[in-house]
């Protein structure tokens, strides 16, 4: 059963600092009825992640706007919010940080671009993405140096895209999982500007 402390909120989101909210829209709309179901939420899709004990917690949750302007019946923004929050222990920090959106017609909260989820950052998910990201640029590395061979994903084994030319070097994984993709110099073949995207909360 779970323990709700006066304010509405589990025991362990019960440190969660409102705001502070500058429209009367926001200072309306964030009553008791919405940190309760926030809390709902956040029992449901956060607190299963955490795999260890924690110390102690903190966090926030402002507006994503703080003008009335902005805040009218037809507003896409109006209950879009910012959301951070930590799970403490000494020496490390279980961290999350997302836009999240009230869905006032179903009663819900949901992140506000679906490609995103609440993803919780433990201790154990950081050291695996260092590992999973050190394994992508030794591949990265031995292919550069033109060692041959069909290359597979770290993370889901899936067959590798890859583009090794003049102009382009692009590896990614078809599941999502990665994407390295940078410009090249036609003659040094070295990179110019790209991205190494591997963000397991946006798959």
């Known amino acids: 059963m779970r323990k709700l402390l006066v304010n509405v909120m589990h025991e362990a989101f019960a440190t969660i600092k409102f705001g502070p909210f500058h429209t009367e829209y926001h200072r309306r709309a964030v009553d008791n009825e919405f940190k309760e179901a926030f809390s709902n939420y956040l029992e449901t899709e956060l607190l299963p992640q955490v795999d260890e004990a924690y110390e102690t917690t903190e966090g926030a949750i402002t507006s994503l706007v703080n003008e009335e302007k902005f805040c009218g019946p037809n507003s896409l923004v109006k209950d879009v919010y910012q959301f951070e929050f930590a799970f403490i222990r000494q020496g490390s ?104 995207f591997a963000d397991p909360s946006s798959k």
């Open 93 to 196: 920090r279980d961290e999350v940080k997302l836009e999240i959106r009230r869905d006032l017609k179903n009663d819900v909260f949901i992140p506000r671009y679906r490609h995103r989820t609440l993803y919780l950052w433990t201790q154990r998910r950081k050291e695996e993405h260092d590992r999973f990201c050190q394994a992508i640029n030794d591949m990265v590395k031995r292919i550069l140096e033109g060692q041959a061979g069909q290359w597979h994903c770290p993370e889901c084994n899936a067959a590798l895209s890859l583009v090794d030319a003049k102009a382009m070097f692009d590896l990614r994984c078809p599941s999502g999982c990665f994407n390295y993709n940078y410009h090249r110099n036609p003659e040094t073949g070295g990179f110019l500007h790209g991205h190494f």
